[in-house]
């Protein structure tokens, strides 16, 4: 089968086209993943641009994104199939009414009843031979038990629903897998994956980033915010601001069309950078608004 | 082991970087990095995917293959920049042609052997199997995991009872009071749709979670490296444990103590925490875990 892509730089141009700014690394990384058919496991700080990375990959190849959100208590009723038991039942009363005779049952477990969950969509699409991309948002957050289902998924790409039959997929879908660390995932489905950390941006990616999302930035104020964003990284917060925060502030101030930035400004737009009240009541305390506005002026 | 032809031809020098790439990552492994076989194996199908002159190509290979934490990449790098150093560096190809494919190749190729003669004679020593330094270290370390062998046990438990809370979860269980009715619908269906039983589910008891805050202050220094070895295998041991060591200010160590070799933890946390045998201030360490 045709990988598609053929070379490292080839998956920096794509994105590139996409808007993804990534370094050689990630690059690399990526590429291992198509060419070995490996999921690709992906941790770092929030806002970094781990899931966006799916949604871009899948759009650069024209991929349809099948995401799964991981949340504590998820199960294989949510991730993978259900059986849509209303309707099931509506059939049973129907065919009650209408004295019609239902062989063995046969006929409500066939796929009219099936709910599709994204796992087993994921993995129809491909035995159909349409190929997708499957993202796993955060998957620190499932249970254990999950995960440990989910390295069953992932080592066979096949799933058994006892009704129907087995479903084998005939070509390996992209796997995006995205954790936060709120735990440690287990070593097992670490080891079937290619790992990579994404960390904050250099200076320059930053820059880059920010001009080519936001392209109506002036360049130069744009490497003020830039320079500013990480020195502020430096210093201690409780939730340090990424990329994502970048962005969202510069829009907002682009927004509110403010050609000079004063202390003023910064203050009532600190909410895009800082999403807790310890962090905004530091920048209160500490007068850190006066100070930066006056770094962005300079 | 058509990767290893293939790879072979690639590089044209026989045998040579899959033995040092060998080498590479037993030098990880002696650092408390999770190498296994399998991802080795991993690691060398991927080589034919890159361009081995490019530096950072060959490190992405590796560090995905090798790594799995964040705390890892700090140790990774310095590993792969002292190995690979000298080697990726473009040589003569003849120099490579005369490596004896049988012998283990020594780090550094015979053609940059110039600089300094006894510089390579100590990176040989470094990677022959049966150095002193290596073997002491080893014994320092088997003792002591011997050691959190006895801990652990104890551990498990002192835990064991601790911490069972009930879960949000449900499991279907006939001593459970609420009825399931997802199930008992289900049930039913084996009956032409009439309810005839009543499947009840329960909530399922789960582990709590743990934090444990340990004194390092001077006081306290003759039992700090105990302590540290009791943090340590409690969290290797019990699922969800957070660590925080505090002296004059508090530091969270979990993810220093998640290296495979308690050496390497300690290596780390003697790195990180600075206010190790310091004066205390329980109160305000308190406070701030509070805050967090």
Known sequence: ?298 | MTHRGTSAAHLGRPGDFVLNSLHFARQLKEKGLPVTLGRTLDALRGLRLIRLEDREEAHSLFSTHYVSRPEELPVFDAVFEEFWSSKIRPAPLEAKRQMQPETIPPLTLPGEMEPSADHTENERQKISYSSQDIMRKKDFAAMLEAESQDAAQLIMALTRDLGLRLGRRWRAGAKGKQVDLRSSIRSSLRHGGELLALRKKRRQPRKTRFVVMCDVSGSMDSYSRFLLQFMYGFQRHVPRVETFVFSTRMTRITPLLRMRKIDAAYALIEEKVFHWSGGTRIGSCLAEYNRR
């Open chain 1, 1 to 298: 089968m045709k990988k598609p892509f053929q070379s490292i730089d080839e998956v920096s141009r794509a994105l590139k086209k996409e808007k993804y700014i990534c370094d050689r690394k990630l690059a690399t990384v990526i590429y291992l993943a198509f060419q070995m058919e490996k999921p690709l496991l992906l941790e770092g700080e929030a806002g970094v641009g781990k899931t966006e990375l799916a949604k871009v990959l899948s759009n650069a190849l024209d991929r349809r994104l099948i995401r799964l959100q991981c949340y504590e208590g998820l199960d294989t009723h949510t991730a993978v199939y259900e059986w849509n038991y209303t309707k099931q039942i509506l059939r049973i009363k129907l065919a009650e009414s209408n004295q019609e005779c239902l062989d063995n049952f046969r006929n409500i477990f066939d796929e009219e009843y099936l709910i599709q969950r994204p796992l087993l969509e994921a993995i129809r699409s491909e035995a159909h031979g349409k190929h997708v991309s499957l993202l796993i948002d955060e998957l620190d957050r499932a249970d254990e038990e999950f995960e440990a289902f989910l390295l069953e998924v992932l080592s066979e790409y096949q799933i058994t629903v006892p009704e129907i039959g087995t479903l084998k997929a005939k070509t390996k879908p992209l796997v995006v897998i995205t954790s936060n660390r709120t735990r440690e995932l287990h070593d097992a489905i670490k080891r079937r994956c290619l790992y990579h950390w994404i960390s904050y941006p250099s200076l320059e990616k930053e820059y880059e980033i920010v001009t080519t999302k936001v392209p109506q930035i002036a360049e130069e104020l744009a490497m003020k915010i830039c320079s500013l964003m990480q020195q502020v990284r430096q210093m201690d917060f409780y939730k340090r601001p990424g990329i994502a925060e970048t962005l969202d502030w510069v829009s907002a101030l682009l927004l509110l069309n403010r050609s000079h930035l004063d202390a003023e400004t910064l203050e009532e737009t600190m909410g895009c950078l800082f999403k807790y009240q310890e962090d905004m009541e530091r920048v209160q305390n500490e007068d850190l608004a006066v100070s930066w506005a006056e770094a962005l002026r300079s």
